[in-house]
Nanobody
Framework: QVQLVESGGGWVQAGGSLRLACAAS????????MGWFRQNPGKEREFVAG????????RYSDSVKGRFTISRDNAKNTVYLQMNSLRPEDTAVYYC?????????????????WGQGTQVTVSS
């Protein structure tokens, strides 16, 4: 199993930045593609960004492309999400997830392991 713990959430004004981190333990981190998802109450959990095992390829949802950057440090067993130019509609609980697939899928069923989530609130 893989254990995932997110950190870095908080409150920020529109236009500001936050960096989320997700620390992994339990298995070989570099065996897993990693993803970030977000969810608001009563809504589906939506894909935000993903990165392959070696960090060579990334994928983003259209809503965050050009504003968010996903990266990973396999030596530190950590994946990051740098969020710039934040908007009120980015407010959500953000989850990191791990997948053993070699393709970056953008749906939650492809990811077997999940963290507990971290709240991000963007005020206007």
């Amino acid at each position: 199993q893989v254990q995932l713990v997110e950190s870095g959430g908080g409150w920020v004004q529109a236009g500001g930045s936050l960096r989320l981190a997700c620390a992994a333990s339990g298995r070989t981190f570099s065996d897993y593609a990693m993803g970030w998802f977000r969810q608001n109450p009563g809504k589906e959990r939506e894909f935000v960004a993903g990165i392959t095992q070696d960090g060579a390829s990334t994928r983003y949802s259209d809503s965050v492309k050009g504003r968010f950057t996903i990266s990973r440090d396999n030596a530190k067993n950590t994946v990051y999400l740098q969020m710039n130019s934040l908007r009120p509609e980015d407010t959500a609980v953000y989850y990191c997830a791990a997948s053993q697939t070699r393709v970056l899928f953008n749906f939650r069923q492809a990811y077997a392991y999940w963290g507990q989530g971290t709240q991000v609130t963007v005020s206007s």
